[in-house]
């Protein structure tokens, strides 16, 4: 018989909805007994009352009622056993017992409730159902189950009309992808399958956790967004903004306004941030930072894999790692290559190496601790510390490697085209250069010439030896010559197969001068004026300096000979291989680095 009583129900209910676009009977406004086995009346107080039993089916304004047995009183009934209401768009109310106010069209039900609309199944035990705004609601106690969702609270209301349910108190939802949302308020659009947080809400998916109090999560697409300054927290990692947009399918977690990720091993700051868990791409815009280990990078525009360690920075780059940092317009590195570019006004900082590197574009490897520097608008040169200043060595390109020599390894420096060298107290040019870190010593080649004070130093090949930071050594070999100019037409001349220069506490301190050793020296009386030119020829000559780096006394080894000429001949004695090269000499940082 309950399989005739919803055949029935459903052929009525079809037939009604072809007759609601008709004028509405006066008699619908009144509960209208359809069907029932036993039928009785009974007057009380003066009232008619009916007893419906068996197969009990009622009608009232469009919609039906069934049950077991029914006592209808005026326009009230109150209904038991197996009792459902049904409307016309898929609406069905289960339970056990039923009080339903036909004026107010208001219906109470108790025990085992079970509310069915479209995809939607609402459990209860008691709720209370408005057929005019069509809003159920309870208050002890109720779940929700639809496709993608099941929700559960202590109170709640479901709206008919525009499928939404609204979650109040101890709110729980599962949904299919095992996320599990606590909320004090929510509220569950159907049809759009869209759950919105209207309280403070703690979204929870195996090791993530987000805490909300605004914003809506997309069932079936499994998009959220959170609003109001929402937590976000997976495992070590937190991160916080404005807004957070999470796809849990494309597993991409978008943060808006004031944003900020971190955990044990990374931190990124900016006005927007994109993070893919999938690939590892980190997406910053604007004011952007991002540090991962001893990586610190910084610019308007950075993406960054965390995987390949792959990134590109844009708008006023900055990029911090092992105590080297790149400044330029844009900068990138390509992870799987080992290869990094920087371009426009690039400024390379190494702290620990001690230099810096001007250029135009820069390019890199970490691995092979290699770079090489090249200028389009500008040669690129170097700046090192040298002897408390400022050093710059300028090329038309700059190269640099790491080597290794057993357990040893060191940064080697190699620089091609018009060399050149500026500083307060040294300058010098050559074609070549090469700086080994072994022992930091370097090495000029191609007509190289070097220029301290007044002093011109030449030779085949010319070594400079550091050590910490100032000048230890200088080698002028073969055919070493020093032009030491007093004025124009008086120079002083030292010249052998190969001359060396040692310093103490920064001041030359000796120079050794062997093979074939052959000097043109000028001398003075007390009061510095020229008196004549001596002239000395031997196999070694030793010059010793005093604090002022003024010659204090000279040693000529193995049959020196010597002759002293007049001043004016001695202006015209010249020693082989004399080259005054003083009109090479760069006098500005802006000499060196502009293109000839």
């Known amino acids: 018989m309950h399989y005739f009583k919803f055949f029935l129900a459903t052929i009525l209910i079809l037939a009604n909805n072809c007759l609601q676009a008709q004028q509405l009977d006066t008699t619908d406004r009144k509960v209208q007994v359809i069907h029932a086995d036993v039928f009785r009346f009974e007057r009380y107080r003066g009232r008619e009352l009916q007893y419906l039993s ?21 326009n009230k009934v109150t209904a038991m056993g197996h009792v459902r209401i049904i409307e016309g768009d898929s609406l069905q109310l289960f339970g056990d017992s039923l009080y339903y106010d036909g004026d107010k069209r208001l219906a109470n039900f108790k025990g085992n409730i079970v509310l069915k609309h479209k995809d939607q199944q609402l459990f209860t035990e008691a709720i209370e159902y408005d057929l005019n705004s069509r809003i159920s609601n309870y208050q002890s106690g109720g779940i929700l189950y639809s496709e993608q969702a099941k929700l559960r609270s202590k109170k709640g209301y479901y709206h008919a009309k525009t499928g939404e349910a609204f979650f109040k108190d101890s709110v729980v939802v599962l949904l ?67 807004h957070i947009y999470h796809d849990a399918l494309n597993k991409v977690v978008t943060l808006v306004g004031q944003a900020n990720i971190k955990d044990e091993t990374q931190e990124a700051k900016a006005d927007s941030i994109i993070f893919n868990e999938a690939n590892g791409d980190v997406l910053l815009y ?88 090249i200028g389009r608008h500008r040669r690129p040169y170097f700046v090192i510390l040298f002897d408390n200043d400022s050093l710059y060595l300028a090329a038309d390109s700059l190269f640099s490697e790491q080597l290794k020599m057993g357990s040893d390894s060191f940064q080697t420096i190699s620089a091609w085209g018009k060399v050149k060298i500026w500083s307060e107290q040294l300058r010098g040019t050559c074609d070549s250069l090469y700086f080994s870190g072994q022992d930091s010593t370097f090495y000029l080649y191609d007509h190289p010439v070097m220029w301290s004070d007044s002093s011109q130093m030449t030779g085949d090949t010319i070594r400079l030896v ?131």
Request: proline fraction near 3%; hydrophobic fraction near 30%; glycine fraction near 8%.
């Open 286 to 373: 604007e004011n952007a930072f991002y540090k991962e280990g001893e990586r610190i990078l910084e610019g308007q525009i950075i993406e960054y894999n965390r995987y390949t360690k792959s990134l590109k920075v844009r708008g006023n780059p900055r990029v911090l790692e092992s105590g080297r940092e790149i400044q330029a317009s844009s900068l990138k590195y390509d992870g799987k290559k080992d290869l990094g570019t920087a371009n426009g006004a690039v400024v390379v900082t190494d702290t620990a190496e001690g230099y810096s590197i001007v250029c135009d574009s820069f390019s890199y490897s970490k691995s092979r601790k290699m770079f090489s520097a």
């Open 176 to 242: 299919q992808d095992r996320m599990k949302l606590l909320s004090d308020t929510l509220l569950y659009q159907t049809r759009e399958k869209k759950v919105v947080f209207i309280g403070p809400t703690l979204i929870e998916q195996d090791s993530l956790q987000i805490y909300t109090d605004q914003g809506y999560y997309l069932t079936e697409q499994q998009k959220s967004y959170f609003g109001n300054s929402p937590r976000y927290i997976k495992g070590s990692q937190r991160a916080d903004a404005r």
């Open 466 to 596: 550091l050590q910490n930071k100032s000048m230890k050594d200088f080698y002028l070999s073969p055919n070493g010559f020093i032009i030491n100019r007093e004025f124009e037409v008086i120079d002083n001349q030292i010249k052998g197969r190969s001359i060396q220069g040692h310093f103490e506490h920064k001041k030359i301190e000796y120079m050794y001068v062997e093979g074939n050793a052959e000097s043109v020296y000028f001398i003075k009386d007390g009061e510095d004026a020229f008196l004549g030119t001596n002239i000395i020829q031997c196999s070694q000559m030793k010059f010793q300096f005093n604090e002022d780096k003024k010659v204090d006394f000279i040693d000529f080894f193995i049959k020196p000979q010597g002759q002293i000429l007049p001043l004016s001949e001695g202006k015209k004695k010249f020693l082989e291989g004399y080259s005054p090269r003083y009109q090479e000499k760069p006098e500005s940082l802006e000499a060196i680095i502009k293109w000839n």
């Open 54 to 74: 068996k197969d009990v089916l009622v009608k009232h304004r469009g919609s039906y009622l069934l049950c077991d047995s029914a006592m209808i009183d005026s």
